[in-house]
């Protein structure tokens, strides 16, 4: 049985090695190509490495590449920073037995955290490290709704973010790019435990239902910290422009902080403030 690890290595060189083109590294594209990519033997040549055990890594079989290796296949595949630290740390963990029990107890939100959010004028939330929704102040309640509306295995950012019922046509212009963010998360996620049972039910669940989270999950992009923009449209008051940025909790391996913010004296902090006035009048 491959290793786990092994397997996602794989899958992410396979990934990387299909983004790239023939012209983009100085090769002739040739006749007719079977695959968009490179070849696994012209990334091999690349990498100085022989096409056969660079195809045994693409398998997942058992190899356990040095740092070396990794450092040419880094730079034969144009990997940015994060894309590099992805690789070694899958194929670091490749080489490690795997242990035999892993803690896969519920995630806790520490009580201090709790007080944080309550406090914090702007829609704040805790997400566990597979995007589970663990705790949210009354301004991310104003913002997002409740997601006590929810059963608690529901409450996860991915899912929701894919449930067609909430989506609809998925009007929002930069929808893809906000979920490629929660994508790249996860992976970045299922690199510290491929075979996690949150984890796994996440993505085959959205892996058989929807073809969109298919298509984006086999680019195998990876984002260890993500801050960005998101517009929402709020009924009430029309559309908001939020900045977003993600937090580790203290003290917890895991679980995040992901809080929203706006531009002082901006338009979009006007509106983020009568948000707040109407959900207290309530």
Not at 152 to 168: K, S, V
Not at 192 to 204: E, K, M, N, Q
Request: proline fraction near 7%; glycine fraction near 8%; include cysteine.
């Amino acid at each position: 049985m491959a290793h786990p690890y092994a397997r996602e290595l794989g899958d992410f060189l396979r990934a990387r090695r299909a983004r790239l083109r023939p012209h983009e590294v100085g090769l002739e594209p040739g006749g007719r190509r079977k695959v968009a990519g490179l070849r696994r033997e012209e990334l091999a040549l690349l990498a100085g490495l022989s096409t056969d055990y660079y195809q045994r890594m693409e398998q997942g079989r058992e190899v356990r590449p040095s740092d070396a290796v990794l450092d040419a296949l880094a730079a034969a595949l144009g990997l940015d920073d994060e894309e590099r630290a992805h690789l070694f740390t899958l194929a670091r963990a490749a080489r490690r037995p795997m242990p035999a029990e892993v803690d896969h107890g519920p995630e806790m939100v520490p009580g201090r955290t709790r007080r944080l959010l309550g406090v914090m004028d702007t829609p704040a939330v805790v997400l566990g490290r597979h995007l589970d929704l663990l705790a949210w102040n009354p301004m991310a309640e104003a913002l997002l709704g409740s997601p006590d509306d929810y059963p608690p295995q529901r409450r996860n950012m991915l899912l929701l973010m894919f449930d067609d019922t909430l989506t609809g046509g998925r009007s929002c212009p930069d929808w893809e790019r906000q979920a490629l963010d929660y994508i790249g998360m996860m992976r970045a996620a299922v690199a510290t435990d491929p075979t996690h049972p949150r984890a796994t039910a996440i993505v085959g669940e959205l892996s058989i239902r929807s073809a969109e989270f298919r298509r984006l999950w086999a680019r195998h992009d990876v984002r260890a910290s993500v801050s960005g923009t998101k517009a929402f449209h709020v009924p009430e008051v029309g559309e908001i422009v939020l900045d977003w940025d993600t937090y580790p909790v203290p003290g917890r391996t895991g679980p995040f902080l992901l809080v929203f913010t706006t531009e002082p004296g901006s338009a979009d902090e006007d509106r983020l403030r009568l948000l707040a006035s109407l959900r207290a009048t309530r």
